[in-house]
């Protein structure tokens, strides 16, 4: 049987591919009922690291994040119904049409954060054959029992022959006291049992034909039969928020074994959570903070709007192991933190090396590429790399200032060093200074401004500087249309 580890310490020693060369990851995704929260953002931007490292370090990566949009069940305030059905019912809408919104919104806000899509999106939707088919080998192997058209883990019957509870570190004992009586309950022979496939109740809208009922596959079947599918019976690396462990990932694990005999997974990799205040995120704390609410301000708990980056840079500023602490405090010191990287990116494209080959800036930049890849190596210590990046400004700003010179080597690796691990790994974007609407306002009134120079020309008869104006600006895609008062124009 293959390990587990929580963590990849030091990638280069220890983390060893299935395949050389060749890395297969899976992460859980989104449940597409709704906006994506700041929840969403931290395993997102976490995994989206680790894809960006991999590839850095020369290895061809297939990752595969799902998208759940089926069988989810809400234990505690939805009574099992499926959310996107009860959406769907709500809204008055095809369920997969709900599933298509939330999944282009979805996609708006990854893209905004700069994550980079995955090699593969399936959706639980998308391969309901391929669970039944995992479900039928795990009854043929005597694993599950079928219950009043529901199929169910029979734990007690895996525990005795694989260790239940390995990731989580819990026993059945544990798992009895933990769970709460649910929907379900009375078919199951233990309360620790989980759904394989469920029997679709009557109201229930979203439901497929299987050999034991019309019904859905349960949620933690989706992820074995689609990271089996595309990754392989025995893959790397699978990764999900900490909340995840139990029961999701454990379920998967037993399930994997159940039906092929053996782990799938090679290195799970768990990142912590965001807490609000001190308070975990949920419904009952009514703390949900949407993506697009903190992109335009848009909520009590907000001070003003915060980009993409600063919640990217916010997420990457910790460890990902380490919990975070959201307040809107801490994300306007993270604005503040993005802004001097942003500046110092801009100085490092505009400051030239100085003509003698022993300029004294040389020394402060020794090793900082060295101490950038030990970071990351470590566990992706990206705070360490930030906080490396952030040293090497004071060279950037001494050149700046005139207080001291670079030399072109010297300068040249400063440049290479920000562009691999500030724009290419940590994936922030530092050319991009103030929100997109500051960028049109001040666009617009550029615009504004020279074709008011070109007015001005014209009234002075100035023909050649009005001509050459209005010339390049219509040979750069602009049409230009002079009116009575003025001009128009458009692009
Ligand atoms: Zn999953």
Redesign the pocket.
């Known amino acids: 049987m293959l390990e587990i580890y929580n963590s990849l310490t030091r990638f280069k020693e220890t983390f060893k591919p299935l395949h050389e060369g060749h890395v297969g990851m899976y992460v ?1 995704g989104p449940t597409v009922y709704g906006d994506a929260h700041l929840g969403h953002a931290r395993p997102a931007i976490t995994f989206d690291l680790l894809y960006r490292y991999l590839q850095y370090l020369g290895y061809k990566v297939r990752y595969v994040r ?1 998208i759940t949009d089926v069988g989810h069940l809400e234990h505690d305030a939805d009574e099992g119904e499926d959310k996107i059905a009860k959406k769907a019912r709500l809204e008055q809408l095809e369920p997969m049409e709900v599933v298509q919104y939330y999944t282009n919104r979805y996609h708006r806000d990854m893209a905004a954060l700069n994550v980079l899509p995955p090699s593969i999106e399936p959706h639980a939707s998308g391969h309901i054959i391929e669970q039944i088919a995992f479900v039928q080998k795990i009854l043929d192997k005597g694993y599950a029992y079928v219950s009043n058209g529901s199929v169910y883990m029979d734990v007690e019957k895996y525990a005795k022959d694989f260790p239940y509870g390995k990731l989580s570190g819990r026993n059945l004992n544990d798992i009895v006291t933990e769970t709460r009586e649910l929907d379900g309950q009375e078919e199951k022979k233990h309360s620790y049992d989980f759904a394989l496939w469920k029997k679709a109740a009557p109201e229930h809208i979203m439901h497929w034909p299987s050999p034991w009922s019309e019904g859905f596959p349960g949620w933690h079947m989706e ?1 074995s039969t689609m990271g089996t599918k595309y990754l392989g019976e025995r893959f790397d690396i699978h990764g ?1 928020g900490l909340d ?1 462990i139990f029961p ?1 990932h454990e379920a ?1 694990i037993a399930q994997s074994c159940a039906a092929l005999g053996h782990e799938t997974v090679h290195y799970w990799m768990h990142n912590n959570m965001i807490t609000i205040a001190g308070k975990k995120m949920g419904k009952s704390y009514n703390n949900f903070i949407t993506l697009e609410q903190f992109f335009k301000g848009e909520h009590p708990l907000l001070s003003k709007p915060f980009g993409p980056m600063v919640i990217r840079f916010f997420i990457l500023q910790a460890h990902y192991r380490s919990t975070v602490d959201f307040s809107s405090e801490a994300l306007e010191a993270a604005e503040k933190g993005l802004q001097r990287m942003q500046e110092a990116y801009a100085r490092l494209q505009k400051i030239q090396a100085g003509k003698e080959t022993s300029a004294i800036i040389g020394g402060s930049i020794d090793g900082l590429r060295q101490r950038c890849t030990e970071a990351m190596d470590d566990d992706l210590n990206t705070p360490f790399v930030i906080a490396a990046l952030f040293d090497s400004t004071r060279a950037i700003n001494t050149v700046h200032d005139g207080k001291g010179t670079i030399s072109e080597a010297d300068l040249n690796e400063l440049r290479e060093v920000w562009k691999t691990f500030a724009i290419d790994i940590l994936g922030l974007r530092l050319e991009e200074q103030g929100s997109g609407d500051e960028k049109m306002k001040a666009f617009n009134g550029a615009i504004d401004l020279l074709l008011g120079i070109r007015l001005q020309a014209k009234q002075n008869k100035d023909w050649a500087t009005s001509d050459k104006i209005r010339n390049e600006l219509t040979a750069l895609g602009f049409q230009i249309k002079d009116t009575k008062d003025g001009f128009e124009w458009s692009i």
Do not use: R
Request: charged share 15%; proline share 0%.
């Open positions: 859980c799902n992820c999900g995840l999701h998967e």
